[in-house]
Nanobody, 126 residues
Framework: QVQLVESGGGSVQAGGSLRLSCAASGRTFSSYVVGWFRQALGNEREFVAGITRSGLSTDYASSVKGRFTISRDNGKNMVYLQMNSLKPEDTAVYYC???????????????????WGQGTQVTVSS
């Protein structure tokens, strides 16, 4: 089992940058595919980015590709989401999430993820 705690959210103007961090508990963090989802007020929770266990493969939603970068440091049990060129439509609660241990590959479906953090708010003003 893994526990996830996000940090790094906040308020920023359009065009700015933020870096989200996710700290994971447990000794086998490298066994988990991890990802980021977001949920804007009144909307469904949607996929943002995913990264494989080794960190060698990533996937992004088309709305953030080229602006956001997901990365992980298995030695520190950390996952990051670097967000550049932020837009007002990026405003949402961002969640760090992990699939079941030893799952293969990333997924864009929230039901494929078993562990969730509490979320961190990101607000982008125009």
């Amino acid at each position: 089992q893994v526990q996830l705690v996000e940090s790094g959210g906040g308020s920023v103007q359009a065009g700015g940058s933020l870096r989200l961090s996710c700290a994971a508990s447990g000794r086998t963090f490298s066994s988990y595919v991890v990802g980021w989802f977001r949920q804007a007020l009144g909307n469904e929770r949607e996929f943002v980015a995913g990264i494989t266990r080794s960190g060698l493969s990533t996937d992004y939603a088309s709305s953030v590709k080229g602006r956001f970068t997901i990365s992980r440091d298995n030695g520190k049990n950390m996952v990051y989401l670097q967000m550049n060129s932020l837009k007002p439509e990026d405003t949402a609660v961002y969640y760090c999430t992990a699939r079941r241990e030893y799952a293969s590959g990333t997924s864009r479906r929230k039901n494929d993820y078993d562990y969730w953090g509490q979320g961190t708010q990101v607000t982008v003003s125009s």
